[in-house]
């Protein structure tokens, strides 16, 4: 009787796993493509590099001539910008050619401009190996400006080693920022824009990508490293 009971169980737990494995088993619902284990392990070809590398790789070399671009670079001036597009013309940018706006931009509004902590760490490393320090900007020049003051301050940089601010300006088909690049003999340029490495690379100097923040009000974001220039990790803050 108990090898009956037996095989009887045995039966009726082999029927219960078979209904189990021929039961749908209902799935949530699919809101995303969703992505493999080989599809994270995909990364992008840069040459990354940290503020430490550049560094060593400047050991042993006398003091050279470095260039930062402003906007993106070394501050996160989007408020100031916003601002100026919400006044001046709210639905285009025609606000970047309004000399009203540029004065203001010029002279306060950059008050509301964070400093990037990867401008201060690299304008500190540059001002620690004794390199001259400029800061090569895109913006339009005003008959004043307090925008150099600014960047002292916040970059913590001594008042006799701060260049004043070069101002090289617009113009649609020229990067006015070569020829500045030339005549200060820059053998080092820090942008987020693909003009300045386009810039760097037409003097033969090396161009350093830092990254723009993804909510920088200077959209869309450039693909950094398309030109195959080193980029800064974690320089969009």
Not at 21 to 43: F, H, Y
Not at 68 to 76: C, E, H, P
Not at 178 to 189: A, D, E
Not at 210 to 218: E, G, I, K
Request: hydrophobic share 40%; no cysteine.
């Amino acid at each position: 009787m108990r090898k009956f009971t037996l095989a009887f169980s045995v039966i009726a737990l082999v029927f219960s796993f078979n209904g189990l494995a021929q039961a749908k088993i209902e799935m949530p619902e699919q809101i995303a493509s969703g992505v493999t284990a080989a599809d994270l392990a995909q990364r992008q070809a840069i040459h990354w590099v940290s503020v430490e590398q550049i560094e060593k790789s400047l050991n042993n070399q006398p003091p050279v001539a470095v260039g930062f671009d402003i906007d993106d670079t070394v501050l996160f001036s989007s408020p100031g910008f916003y601002r100026g597009q919400s006044e001046y013309s709210p639905n285009d940018n025609r606000y970047l050619k309004n000399p009203e706006f540029w004065q203001k931009m010029n002279n306060g509004w950059d008050k509301f401009s964070l400093p990037k902590k990867i401008g201060i760490e690299l304008v500190q490393m540059h001002l620690k190996r004794g390199d001259s320090v400029y800061f090569i900007t895109g913006r339009t020049k005003t008959k004043t400006e307090t925008v150099t003051k600014y960047l002292q301050q916040e970059l913590h940089i001594p008042a006799d080693k701060m260049n004043a601010v070069i101002f090289a300006g617009e113009e649609p088909g020229k990067n006015n920022k070569v020829s500045w690049m030339k005549v200060n003999k820059l053998k080092i340029y820090y942008g987020d824009a693909d003009a300045d490495i386009a810039a760097a690379r037409e003097l033969n100097i090396r161009g350093i990508r830092v990254l723009r923040a993804s909510n920088s009000s200077y959209q869309p974001l450039p693909k950094a490293g398309r030109f195959g220039e080193e980029v800064i990790i974690n320089s969009e803050y």
